[in-house]
């Protein structure tokens, strides 16, 4: 699976992005799909995951109420829309794409985006 993510930039504090994530080589119906976030000097974070079995959906604390995924399998993309965005929500935001792993009891991705850059101006 190839994955092309797009939609960040610079906005204001308040402000909204959508951030989409367009896949490539497999449908994503079969996988479960996430969108991660880093910011300099920090570890990598899971901000919201959208599963392809039972169409659940989960995000970081620090992002419920604000941002939402959802997923086109027609267009075999992933969406993240983020409302009323912090500073502390800048970071580089990658999608990945995975599967359950029993043998783990946790999400493994094992495709991912390039990035993209979100930055959120005070």
């Known amino acids: 699976v190839q994955l092309q993510a797009s939609g960040g930039g610079l906005v204001q504090a308040g402000g909204s992005l959508r951030l989409s994530c367009a896949a490539s080589?497999?449908?994503?119906?079969?996988?479960?799909m996430g969108w991660f976030r880093q910011a300099p000097g920090k570890e990598r974070e899971l901000v919201s995951r959208s599963s392809n079995i039972g169409g659940s959906t989960n995000y970081a604390d620090s992002v419920k109420g604000r941002f939402t995924i959802s997923r086109d399998n027609a267009k075999n993309t992933v969406y993240l829309q983020m409302n009323s965005l912090k500073p502390e929500d800048t970071a580089v935001y990658y999608c990945?794409?995975?599967?359950?792993?029993?043998?783990?009891?946790?999400?493994?991705?094992?495709?991912w985006g390039q990035g993209t850059q979100v930055t959120v101006s005070s």
């Open positions: 990945a794409a995975g599967r359950y792993s029993g043998r783990s009891n946790s999400y493994e991705y094992d495709y």
């Open positions: 080589g497999r449908t994503i119906s079969s996988y479960a």
